[in-house]
């Protein structure tokens, strides 16, 4: 699951469970939480039980799943627990939840007026409006906001012809702290570079869960005038994921909340509207494919060379083949852009710059400051390999070598361990356990369900990342011992 | 007895709050345990060889002094990554 899914569950996990009822009414949000959000047993766990009459009993879901898939299992169920997909009925049983169970009945078998896949306009579409325009509009809109982003860096645009992203969208930016004022100009945070060296998924995902929670400050301020709620914003989000790419939907059908939405939503690149008729809005790729694991427009690498080269067309061709890294720790880059310019000179330092090729090296200094700036050392490196020159492709091919140098790529990952010397976990330590079977219980279900750090057997001690399931274990294991 | 237990995990969790699990080699263990010799605010309990419990609102604190600690001990070498130098 990529980066997003991360972020996107991070924000659901810490959601009441009342908000869940809520979302779940929309066969839209349970659909498309089934299918981005669950691993697949999780996913073949939930259809077995969508028509099951009776509570499911745990029983006999031990028999289904082999014995040495148990963690698995655990986990799956760990992750349906905390996304309010099923409940504990009994100790001994579980069910759906009753609106999941059944907008997700409803979302399969179609029915219901619910209106929650969107209402396609009977309007006829203009004509000039196809995919293909659709994505460029959509890739021209993201576009600006990661130049927006990235010539905080200090390399001014040199392009004229944008005049970057809308004020809404800037101060969502300045407000997740993804750029900062610094005496009177931008600076980018380290959020920031994570922010832009992410997959365009990930990154849409990270700019609406920002509006997400600037919508939430808003509400507890009273201040709201458009009367958005975050509960209802996140399923129109799902809402738009299951629309039709290239297709026209009814803008009337919508409630007045979530048109209030749709300026914003432009502002993103995730809709267009037609300037003559506002009845009418189409979702873009960007919208599309937001709950399904496809990548979106590109890829993060032909993200930046189309940012610089705005409605050129086929992003991916501009981009490829353009860095040579030699065993000396040199590299040569033939880029022209000032975002590339500027993305290279975040892990090396750039000595010279001619026109059309800069020259630089990889040092301790610059890839530490790199990491300081929370670059990974993969992200650099599946950078330079993505970007990679096709004569390097070519050596590499005809010497059956790796195709960076095995050495430098192994320096930059010392690099990294260099500045992390301590690994530091958050979590909870567990200790004076009645007796060793106690001990050994908690443990090995807290191991299944992967949150232990760290053990010793020998000493009954263990450390948790995550309590919540453990100590609901723990309660069930205590009633199950004074049934005894 | 388990009632005891569970209370003392939500004493824990609750007052106590959220520690910290450190994991690190023998030789940087060594150097945070005498960091905190001096005045023993950052180690909770000491776990074995490479690991540590240490209080959580201690941990960046911690994470500077073990840098400082290792710009004295540990030499930097400039520009160790290239064997031949440009003019500079």
Known sequence: ?484 | MFSYFLDSLHRDTGKLGIRTLVECDPSIKSIIVNIDNDKNDYIIEDLDESHLLIKDNMVSQLKAKLEDRLKETVPIVENDSDSDRDVK
């Not at chain 1, 994921?241 to 919508?254: I, K, V």
């Not at chain 1, 930046?304 to 991916?316: K, L, P, Q, S, V």
């Not at chain 1, 750090?453 to 609901?472: C, E, L, P, T, Y």
């Not at chain 1, 294991?477 to 005894?484: F, L, P, S, T, V």
């Open chain 1, 1 to 484: 699951m990529s980066a997003n899914a991360n972020s996107l569950s991070q924000y659901l996990e810490q959601l009441p469970g009342t908000t869940f009822r809520r979302l779940y009414l929309q066969p839209s949000t349970a659909f498309a939480i089934f299918r981005r959000m669950l691993p697949h047993l999780a996913k073949t766990i939930v259809m077995a039980m969508l028509y099951m009459p009776l509570p499911f009993q745990l029983s006999d879901l031990e028999i289904w799943i082999k014995p040495t898939a148990r963690r698995e299992k655990d986990q799956a169920i760990a992750i349906l627990r905390s996304l309010h997909i099923i409940q504990r009925d009994t100790p001994q049983s579980m069910s759906l939840t009753p609106n999941f169970r059944k907008s997700l009945r409803l979302a399969l078998e179609g029915g219901g007026d619910h209106n929650s896949f969107g209402v396609p306009s009977t309007q006829p579409a203009p004509p000039e409006i196809d995919i293909a325009f659709l994505d460029r509009y959509a890739r021209k809109k993201w576009d600006d906001i990661l130049h927006y982003v990235v010539n905080s860096v200090g390399f001014s645009s040199s392009e004229k012809g944008s005049n970057g992203p809308k004020q809404s969208v800037k101060d969502l930016l300045l407000g997740g702290r993804l750029v900062e004022r610094k005496g009177g100009g931008l600076s980018i945070t380290q959020a920031g570079f994570t922010f832009l060296l992410q997959e365009a998924n990930a990154q849409v995902w990270t700019l609406l869960l920002l509006w997400l929670e600037a919508a939430d400050v808003l509400n507890a301020n009273g201040a709201s005038r458009a009367g958005m709620e975050s509960v209802d914003m996140l399923s129109f989000f799902f809402l738009l994921a299951s629309l039709e790419h290239g297709r026209a939907y009814n803008t009337d059908s919508l409630p007045e909340a979530r048109k209030n939405m749709l300026p914003t939503l432009v502002d993103f690149g995730l809709i267009y509207i037609p300037p003559g008729n506002s009845h009418q809005f189409f979702p873009t790729r960007l919208a599309t494919t937001l709950t399904s694991s496809e990548t979106t427009l590109r890829s993060v690498s032909a993200g930046f060379a189309a940012a610089n080269n705005g409605d050129n067309g086929d992003a991916t061709q501009v981009d490829k083949s353009a860095i040579i890294l030699e065993t000396n720790f040199r590299m040569y880059a033939y880029v022209q852009s000032p975002l590339q310019i500027a993305v290279l000179a975040l892990f090396s330092e750039l000595k010279f710059r001619f026109k059309g090729l800069v020259s630089g090296h990889l040092t301790r200094a610059s890839i530490r400051r790199a990491v300081d700036m929370g670059i990974t050392s993969d992200q650099i490196i599946s950078y330079l390999a993505s970007h990679a020159h096709e004569q390097m492709h070519r050596v590499a091919a005809s010497t059956h070598k790796p195709l960076l140098p095995p050495v430098v790529i192994d320096q930059i990952r010392l690099w990294q361990l260099d500045t992390e010397r301590m690994l530091a976990t958050q979590g909870y330590l567990f200790k004076d356990f009645d007796d060793y079977r106690e001990y050994i219980e908690i443990c090995n279900f807290a191991d299944d369900i992967g949150v232990v750090s760290w053990r010793n057997d020998k000493k009954g001690m263990f450390f948790a990342n995550k309590v919540d399931q453990i100590k609901d274990f723990m309660r069930t294991r205590k009633k199950a011992n004074e049934g005894k």
